[in-house]
């Protein structure tokens, strides 16, 4: 019994059994410790070891002096050999410990025990329920007169008085007077030799809850300080109840409150009734979008304000209600002009003085209908604009793809033209080489190995420098110095530039210019290295003992330049594309050689000169090469000349 009382002081819940009545319900129970006490049958206590783990096992051994339960005892203790024993000489602390252990109650178990004021006049007396209380882990203050016990009283707070009832100086009751004053929920436990001394109207009138007869024996009293302490904790906990259950009306009362206000004052309509459709109540909001006095609602039903459709969508949802008790549906909300106003219900089934009931909130969304038909015609431009984009990405797609493929035969081709006059400077190379180690040292032999070395040389250098001038156009570094000269001057440069390919085909160049002296801010290198390239083409794409013409006009603001050729011309959807990277005519990049760059090149230094370009096709047969040029070239005022000729332009 003892064990029972320290376990249900821990917070235990503890079942006490004889093992005569044990049955398949309680084997089946799910316990965390199994104690046994001595005398329990052999075939008992092997059944429940079947039921349950050894390490759930507690003995209780019998006295010392005992001859059969002790030899009982000794058998189970056999079959349980592990098992934590409780001797009846422990005392209460030290089997506080060890239930401790086994139900592993740490230092973090939080357990609610009474703070303890033990007063006796008997120090013997007095140490002993003093041990046994705190062998229960109870917190406990002694004193041994009604003089220390008032101390006490004002420096702890005290759940619970244990006295005798007899003192030099007074009773046990008068301390328990003292003690109310100060702690009212204290309560109070006294125990006596005299029970006829205790006048026990007077003590429970006071508040005394129980009287023990001395001597008190351990069992005896944490039993009666168990009872005790429980039915305290059962007051202060319907005591907890009671004030949580009083806040919790308030707080309904208040929220009952507080929704009558939302519902009656909310922008939504919201309106309860029966599942024939009977309305049953209807707020402020409800009389504004039907259009009717809230006392006018009573007796109507909901199918009377909606269009038959929707009626027929609220009778179907309501017959098929889906576990949640509830569903939504788009409604319509008839107008004297003809036209509907569109709604939105939700509907929630409720319990409306113990019969079922619906609440709906209507939603008017006649402004999302609205945006989306502006969502609609937003989509319908958006697809269109897709279209155009698509086809636009697809144009860039095709432009790429060509330019891939120009790339690509630019790459064939310079490879064409760099090998070409790599081989011949090689081949002439080893001609020379070979005549020198046979000692034939003709000098007219030599001359024509090393001229073709120079040719081929100066023909590598005119495909580097083109490379390199188109590299320095593409990242913006190319050298650009513009100042004022004669046109004239740089066409008759040109012209004398290409003058020996003009002799070798026998074609003559004719310049005609409508003015002596045309002056133009220009870089005269870049548009003398454009007129050489236009005139290269002329010459290599006409036709031998044919004539190239060259033009020069000028209004007040421009001038107009160009090369007219009579050679084999270019075809009509390619006059744009011949001024790309790394693309050729069609018509000219058959065996004429050439990497693609030339007219490039020139679009570039035209285009920093702020000019434009163009070809087209002439009365002859040849095609002829347009360039307009600026008289003033319009930089921006945070170019400097020095900036320019540095290639930072």
């Given at each position: 019994?003892?064990?029972?009382?320290?376990?249900?002081?821990?917070?235990?819940?503890?079942?006490?059994?004889?093992?005569?009545?044990?049955?398949?319900?309680?084997?089946?129970?799910?316990?965390?410790?199994?104690?046994?006490?001595?005398?329990?049958?052999?075939?008992?206590?092997?059944?429940?070891?079947?039921?349950?783990?050894?390490?759930?096992?507690?003995?209780?051994?019998?006295?010392?002096?005992?001859?059969?339960?002790?030899?009982?005892?000794?058998?189970?203790?056999?079959?349980?050999?592990?098992?934590?024993?409780?001797?009846?000489?422990?005392?209460?602390?030290?089997?506080?410990?060890?239930?401790?252990?086994?139900?592993?109650?740490?230092?973090?178990?939080?357990?609610?025990?009474?703070?303890?004021?033990?007063?006796?006049?008997?120090?013997?007396?007095?140490?002993?329920?003093?041990?046994?209380?705190?062998?229960?882990?109870?917190?406990?203050?002694?004193?041994?007169?009604?003089?220390?016990?008032?101390?006490?009283?004002?420096?702890?707070?005290?759940?619970?008085?244990?006295?005798?009832?007899?003192?030099?100086?007074?009773?046990?009751?008068?301390?328990?007077?003292?003690?109310?004053?100060?702690?009212?929920?204290?309560?109070?436990?006294?125990?006596?030799?005299?029970?006829?001394?205790?006048?026990?109207?007077?003590?429970?009138?006071?508040?005394?809850?129980?009287?023990?007869?001395?001597?008190?024996?351990?069992?005896?009293?944490?039993?009666?300080?168990?009872?005790?302490?429980?039915?305290?904790?059962?007051?202060?906990?319907?005591?907890?109840?009671?004030?949580?259950?009083?806040?919790?009306?308030?707080?309904?009362?208040?929220?009952?409150?507080?929704?009558?206000?939302?519902?009656?004052?909310?922008?939504?309509?919201?309106?309860?009734?029966?599942?024939?459709?009977?309305?049953?109540?209807?707020?402020?909001?409800?009389?504004?979008?039907?259009?009717?006095?809230?006392?006018?609602?009573?007796?109507?039903?909901?199918?009377?304000?909606?269009?038959?459709?929707?009626?027929?969508?609220?009778?179907?949802?309501?017959?098929?209600?889906?576990?949640?008790?509830?569903?939504?549906?788009?409604?319509?909300?008839?107008?004297?002009?003809?036209?509907?106003?569109?709604?939105?219900?939700?509907?929630?089934?409720?319990?409306?003085?113990?019969?079922?009931?619906?609440?709906?909130?209507?939603?008017?969304?006649?402004?999302?209908?609205?945006?989306?038909?502006?969502?609609?015609?937003?989509?319908?431009?958006?697809?269109?604009?897709?279209?155009?984009?698509?086809?636009?990405?697809?144009?860039?797609?095709?432009?790429?793809?060509?330019?891939?493929?120009?790339?690509?035969?630019?790459?064939?081709?310079?490879?064409?033209?760099?090998?070409?006059?790599?081989?011949?400077?090689?081949?002439?190379?080893?001609?020379?080489?070979?005549?020198?180690?046979?000692n034939d040292l003709s000098k007219e032999k030599l001359h024509k190995y090393l001229s073709r070395i120079e040719q081929s040389g100066e023909r590598l250098l005119s495909l580097l420098n083109n490379l390199l001038d188109l590299s320095k156009l593409d990242v913006g570094k190319?050298?650009?110095?513009?100042?004022?000269?004669?046109?004239?001057?740089?066409?008759?440069?040109?012209?004398?530039?290409?003058?020996?390919?003009?002799?070798?085909?026998?074609?003559?160049?004719?310049?005609?210019?409508?003015?002596?002296?045309?002056?133009?801010?220009?870089?005269?290198?870049?548009?003398?290295?454009?007129?050489?390239?236009?005139?290269?083409?002329?010459?290599?794409?006409?036709?031998?003992?044919?004539?190239?013409?060259?033009?020069?006009?000028?209004?007040?603001?421009?001038?107009?330049?160009?090369?007219?050729?009579?050679?084999?011309?270019?075809?009509?959807?390619?006059?744009?594309?011949?001024?790309?990277?790394?693309?050729?005519?069609?018509?000219?990049?058959?065996?004429?050689?050439?990497?693609?760059?030339?007219?490039?090149?020139?679009?570039?230094?035209?285009?920093?000169?702020?000019?434009?370009?163009?070809?087209?096709?002439?009365?002859?047969?040849?095609?002829?090469?347009?360039?307009?040029?600026?008289?003033?070239?319009?930089?921006?005022?945070?170019?400097?000349?020095?900036?320019?000729?540095?290639?930072?332009?």
């Amino acid at each position: 019994m003892r064990v029972k009382v320290l376990l249900e002081l821990t917070g235990s819940e503890v079942e006490l059994v004889h093992f005569s009545m044990l049955d398949d319900a309680l084997k089946s129970a799910n316990y965390d410790l199994v104690a046994v006490s001595h005398g329990v049958a052999l075939d008992i206590v092997k059944q429940l070891i079947d039921l349950f783990p050894k390490e759930y096992f507690l003995l209780l051994a019998p006295k010392a002096q005992a001859g059969e339960p002790l030899i009982n005892f000794s058998d189970i203790n056999a079959l349980l050999p592990n098992s934590v024993v409780i001797y009846p000489f422990f005392a209460n602390k030290e089997i506080s410990t060890l239930l401790d252990n086994l139900l592993e109650i740490g230092s973090d178990h939080i357990l609610q025990l009474p703070t303890v004021l033990l007063v006796d006049h008997v120090p013997e007396r007095l140490t002993n329920i003093a041990r046994s209380l705190k062998g229960a882990h109870i917190e406990t203050y002694t004193a041994t007169s009604q003089y220390q016990a008032s101390a006490l009283i004002h420096k702890h707070t005290f759940d619970l008085l244990i006295s005798d009832f007899s003192f030099a100086d007074g009773t046990g009751l008068d301390i328990f007077a003292k003690l109310k004053l100060v702690q009212s929920n204290c309560r109070c436990l006294l125990y006596t030799s005299k029970p006829e001394q205790v006048l026990m109207i007077e003590a429970i009138r006071q508040g005394v809850e129980d009287v023990l007869i001395k001597p008190v024996d351990d069992n005896t009293l944490l039993k009666s300080v168990h009872k005790l302490w429980q039915t305290e904790l059962l007051k202060r906990h319907n005591s907890e109840l009671v004030e949580r259950l009083q806040e919790t009306v308030d707080a309904l009362i208040e929220k009952d409150s507080l929704l009558r206000v939302i519902y009656k004052h909310t922008p939504d309509a919201i309106m309860l009734f029966q599942r024939g459709g009977e309305i049953i109540e209807a707020n402020d909001a409800c009389s504004k979008l039907f259009s009717m006095p809230l006392n006018k609602f009573a007796g109507c039903s909901i199918f009377d304000f909606l269009d038959s459709s929707s009626g027929t969508s609220i009778k179907d949802s309501v017959l098929t209600l889906n576990k949640n008790r509830q569903f939504s549906c788009d409604l319509r909300l008839p107008k004297e002009d003809g036209t509907f106003v569109p709604l939105v219900g939700s509907f929630n089934e409720i319990d409306h003085h113990g019969e079922i009931a619906l609440a709906v909130i209507f939603k008017n969304v006649s402004h999302l209908k609205e945006k989306e038909d502006s969502l609609l015609e937003a989509k319908d431009i958006l697809e269109e604009q897709v279209r155009a984009r698509t086809a636009q990405l697809e144009h860039a797609k095709n432009v790429a793809e060509a330019a891939n493929h120009s790339k690509s035969e630019f790459l064939a081709n310079m490879s064409h033209e760099l090998r070409t006059p790599m081989h011949s400077i090689l081949s002439f190379s080893r001609f020379g080489l070979e005549k020198i180690t046979d000692n034939d040292l003709s000098k007219e032999k030599l001359h024509k190995y090393l001229s073709r070395i120079e040719q081929s040389g100066e023909r590598l250098l005119s495909l580097l420098n083109n490379l390199l001038d188109l590299s320095k156009l593409d990242v913006g570094k190319f050298p650009f110095n513009p100042q004022k000269h004669n046109l004239n001057n740089i066409i008759k440069t040109s012209i004398d530039d290409v003058s020996g390919t003009a002799l070798e085909r026998n074609i003559k160049v004719h310049f005609h210019s409508a003015d002596a002296s045309v002056i133009a801010e220009c870089d005269e290198e870049q548009i003398n290295q454009v007129l050489r390239n236009l005139l290269g083409n002329a010459l290599k794409f006409s036709h031998v003992d044919s004539d190239v013409e060259i033009t020069l006009s000028a209004d007040a603001e421009q001038a107009h330049i160009a090369v007219i050729d009579r050679g084999i011309g270019i075809p009509e959807d390619e006059l744009e594309v011949i001024f790309a990277k790394f693309v050729q005519s069609t018509k000219t990049n058959n065996g004429a050689g050439g990497t693609g760059l030339g007219l490039a090149i020139c679009r570039e230094f035209i285009a920093l000169h702020q000019g434009d370009i163009c070809a087209s096709n002439n009365q002859y047969g040849g095609a002829t090469i347009k360039v307009t040029l600026p008289l003033l070239i319009d930089l921006p005022h945070h170019l400097t000349s020095e900036k320019l000729a540095h290639g930072n332009y």
